[in-house]
């Protein structure tokens, strides 16, 4: 496992100053087009929580879709997607919640989940975890949150300590 995770991190280009300066952005476009990688990133997740009975994928806008499609495909369960508003074409229920210049919002299909349905959520990176706590919020209003999986994490800005405590989470890449 640690070599795969080596990998995945040598794949995640570095970009300094941006989206502004002083930020050094991790990209995972170099990682997503090395079929080996992406693969290999996949595989990692669903290593994790292939013993979880899990009814449903629910992937954060819009890079949690590119890994929780495959994630579902590969556990053999349906895949949610997490939006922001005025995207889902149906009626939806959301959630407000708090960045750090204003206040941001996201919504799933208010028929996409049930009472007892167990749900996976995914997403490629947390950071300060306002959005990752706003899904895992959203989604618990109706079904269980079963776990949650990042690709990246950046430690030091301590999302994970915005997330519930009885709730899995794994980060393959921490930074």
């Known amino acids: 496992m640690q070599e795969n995770i080596q990998k995945i991190r040598s794949m995640i280009r570095e970009i300094p100053n941006f989206p502004k300066d002083g930020i050094l952005f991790r990209d995972i476009t170099t990682a997503l087009k090395d079929a080996d990688t992406l693969k290999l990133t996949v595989d990692e997740i669903y290593e994790a929580f292939k013993d979880e009975k899990i009814d449903y994928i629910a992937g954060i806008e819009s890079r949690g879709f590119i890994y929780g499609m495959p994630l579902a495909y590969k556990l053999g369960c349906g895949f949610i997607p997490v939006r922001k508003p005025n995207k889902l074409p149906a009626e939806t229920i959301s ?6 210049y204003g206040t941001d919002k996201i919504e799933i299909h208010k028929d996409a989940l049930k009472a007892g349905d167990r749900v996976l959520i995914v997403d490629d990176l947390l950071a300060t975890g306002g959005t990752a706590a706003a899904a895992c919020s959203l989604v618990s209003q109706v079904a269980s949150v079963v776990g ?4 990246i994490e950046l430690v030091d800005l301590k999302g994970k300590d915005k997330l519930p405590n009885d709730v899995k989470v794994v980060s393959l890449v921490k930074y």
């Open 95 to 100: 959630i407000e919640y708090e960045l750090e």
């Open 148 to 151: 949650m999986a990042f690709v």
